[in-house]
């Protein structure tokens, strides 16, 4: 939690990101991502300063659970001083202790925010989804927050000015935009009528900017005249040495390689040549062959993609 302290702009953990979008979907499935199609409703988690703290808290949490879909677990919130702005313990279940920053009781509209992010702990555990490392599982655990519905909160809790600022999460203002951006995309959902905030819709603007890029990188067809002539010349590249070809890692999302083999089984390097990209979807790779046009299915998110290789 940024609490009068600065905040970290831009997209540093974009591949993460892109990560645990893709195991989402590997671990959920096509079908489960799209029972989340609406987003926790704003009315739904209203907070306001004459409700009862502690109830208020629970009532919160039951619809955060309801969201979740988790009908068997119950959260018990309190409060108390710490650093970070909440923290849940991972036991067995079915009952599970949130504690939330003292500062909470006096900020009471950004408490779907935290709890948010830490009942979606929960649903990750049950899940037995982790990434390895704190930074990384926290980050899993605000993209899935923000995939799944709940998240724009999140980012409506970023506020900044010339005196003070906060943000909840571990995600950039940038970075849960590109996220909830994609998710609106996908539902055909705006999140930015719900904002409060004017910067979260700053940050939405800018990771929707992002997002939409992601639909228009070769070999897709949507792809502009810049990206188009630079695809063709990394693909006379990799035509003209039998090889991966010209593109480097980080530069551009595609990479070709060739599909041959030879008596032994393995790799000729002088096969048709084939090119892998990720999916703008769930960001799955996928590797069609270099042949002119191609319609490719995502066999992931079942993405319909119109390329031209």
């Keep these: 939690m940024a609490n009068d302290g600065p905040v970290e702009h831009g997209y540093p953990h974009l591949e993460t990101?892109?990560?645990?979008?893709?195991?989402?979907?590997?671990?959920?499935?096509?079908?489960?991502?799209?029972?989340?199609?609406?987003?926790?409703?704003?009315?739904?988690?209203?907070?306001?300063?004459?409700?009862?703290?502690?109830?208020?808290?629970?009532?919160?949490?039951?619809?955060?659970v309801r969201h979740y879909?988790?009908?068997?677990?119950?959260?018990?919130?309190?409060?108390?001083?710490?650093?970070?702005?909440?923290?849940?313990?991972?036991?067995?279940?079915?009952?599970?202790f949130i504690e939330l920053n003292d500062r909470f009781r006096t900020h009471?509209?950004?408490?779907?925010?935290a709890l948010a992010h830490e009942v979606m702990h929960v649903y990750l555990h049950r899940l037995?989804?982790?990434f390895p490392g704190t930074r990384d599982n926290e980050i899993l655990t605000d993209t899935a927050a923000a995939y799944l519905g709940a998240g724009w909160l999140l980012l409506d809790a970023y506020r900044e000015d010339a005196d003070s600022s906060q943000k909840l999460g571990y995600l950039t203002p940038e970075e849960f935009g590109y996220v909830l951006a994609k998710r609106a995309l996908l539902?055909?959902?705006?999140?930015?009528?719900?904002?409060?905030?004017?910067?979260?819709?700053?940050?939405?603007?800018?990771?929707?900017?992002?997002?939409?890029?992601?639909?228009?990188?070769?070999?897709?067809?949507?792809?502009?005249?810049?990206?188009?002539?630079?695809?063709?010349?990394?693909?006379?590249?990799?035509?003209?040495?039998?090889g991966p070809g010209a593109p480097q890692p980080g530069v551009v999302p595609y990479s070709f390689t060739p599909d041959g083999?030879?008596?032994?089984?393995?790799?000729?390097g002088h096969g048709p040549l084939r090119v892998s990209f990720p999916c703008p979807t769930c960001h799955q790779r996928i590797r069609v062959p270099v042949r002119?046009?191609?319609?490719?299915?995502?066999?992931?998110?079942?993405?319909?993609?119109e390329c031209d290789t």
């Design 128 to 130: 037995d989804l982790s």
């Design 292 to 305: 002119g046009r191609v319609r490719a299915r995502c066999g992931v998110c079942r993405t319909v993609l």
């Design 187 to 242: 539902f055909d959902e705006d999140p930015g009528i719900w904002f409060t905030s004017p910067q979260a819709y700053t940050a939405y603007a800018a990771g929707m900017e992002l997002a939409r890029r992601d639909s228009r990188q070769p070999p897709l067809t949507a792809a502009g005249w810049a990206g188009r002539r630079r695809y063709a010349r990394d693909r006379r590249h990799a035509q003209d040495h039998h």
């Design 108 to 113: 009471r509209r950004d408490i779907g925010a």
């Design 261 to 268: 083999s030879d008596a032994s089984g393995g790799s000729d």
């Design 69 to 96: 879909r988790l009908p068997d677990a119950r959260m018990i919130v309190g409060f108390r001083e710490m650093t970070h702005a909440a923290n849940v313990e991972l036991a067995a279940g079915p009952e599970y």
């Design 17 to 64: 990101v892109r990560a645990a979008i893709n195991a989402l979907y590997k671990r959920l499935s096509y079908d489960t991502v799209q029972t989340f199609a609406t987003s926790v409703a704003p009315v739904d988690v209203a907070f306001c300063d004459t409700d009862d703290l502690h109830l208020g808290a629970q009532r919160v949490a039951r619809e955060m």
